[in-house]
């Protein structure tokens, strides 16, 4: 079966993340190695992420993700935001490598004040500038589809191809695709009653082959919104039937998911893996 789980808080303490992990029977985990909402990361500290590490192996977590900061922009076209970005990602893969993280998954940007070309472009080179860590760490950066919210980039499956297509043969090689049920039915692509058409789709373009995670969300707005607010499972406007359709396609279903759902209390995260589990038929 594919491997499934959350978005794991480790502010709380890494045993007290291992033993909620194990009690909502996660053998996939998505977390942050430091506040997504800064550019600050702490000192590794090499003896508590060996711990940590074990922890993942000894629970059966089969895939660990990190999710970059959400501020960082390497479609930026001014340089000193740029340079800036490419560091903190350098960061990013290099911290992921330490937590025992398989992958980073990364918005891939906004091209703001230029063209959504020039931003792309500058994806291309900024993913190129820390292609070395790849190799050095075995590690591989995830690009994630965008729901379309302002100058987004990825909400098409053309503007992921065409950042995959633009990287040398040897680059795109360690750089795959994260796909979001809310992104992809905010922008657009009708999951929920044309599953198979959207996996055609991305076929077509860069390929499922390239998809290696799947963030699970329902979407608390309608097809096409753009707009990026997830829901529970069931509770919003894909719904169970519309997530199910998608995620048992073929292609789809073998992909480790990953819940990013809102919840309040502990006891409503395990009713959206229930909800997940009875989608997935188990």
């Not at 029977?25 to 711990?51: M, N, W, Y």
């Not at 058409?197 to 995670?213: M, P, S, Y």
Request: net charge negative; proline share 3%; with cysteine.
């Amino acid at each position: 079966m594919n491997p499934i789980g959350v978005h794991l808080a480790l502010g709380g303490g890494d045993d007290k993340a291992l033993a909620h992990a194990e009690w909502l029977g996660c053998s996939a985990v998505q977390i942050f190695t430091h506040s997504p909402q800064s550019f600050q990361f702490k000192p590794v500290d090499e003896p508590r992420l060996t711990q940590l590490r074990a922890g993942w192996k000894r629970l059966g977590i089969q895939t660990v993700v990190s999710h970059a900061s959400y501020l960082i922009n390497i479609a930026a076209t001014e340089n000193a935001k740029f340079h800036g970005a490419v560091a903190i990602l350098r960061k990013e893969l290099e911290y992921a490598a330490h937590y025992g993280c398989h992958y980073v998954v990364l918005h891939i940007g906004k091209h703001t004040t230029s063209t959504k070309e020039e931003g792309i472009a500058q994806v291309i080179k900024g993913i190129e500038k820390v292609a070395d860590i790849f190799t050095t760490h075995d590690i591989m950066l995830l690009l994630e589809g965008a729901a379309g919210q302002g100058t987004e980039i990825g909400a098409v499956f053309a503007e992921i191809d065409a950042v995959i297509k633009g990287l040398s043969k040897e680059t795109a090689t360690h750089v795959g695709v994260c796909l979001d049920t809310c992104h992809l039915y905010a922008s657009g692509h009708d999951i929920a009653t044309q599953p198979k058409k959207i996996v055609q789709e991305i076929e077509k373009t860069f390929g499922i082959a390239r998809v290696k995670v799947i963030h699970v969300n329902d979407s608390k707005f309608a097809l096409g919104e753009r707009k990026d607010r997830h829901e529970k499972l069931g509770q919003g406007h894909i719904g169970s039937d519309g997530l199910r359709a998608f995620l048992t396609q073929p292609d789809i279903k073998k992909l480790p998911m990953i819940l990013e759902t809102p919840f309040d209390d502990q006891k409503e995260q395990m009713a959206d893996m229930d909800a997940l589990r009875n989608i997935l038929g188990r």
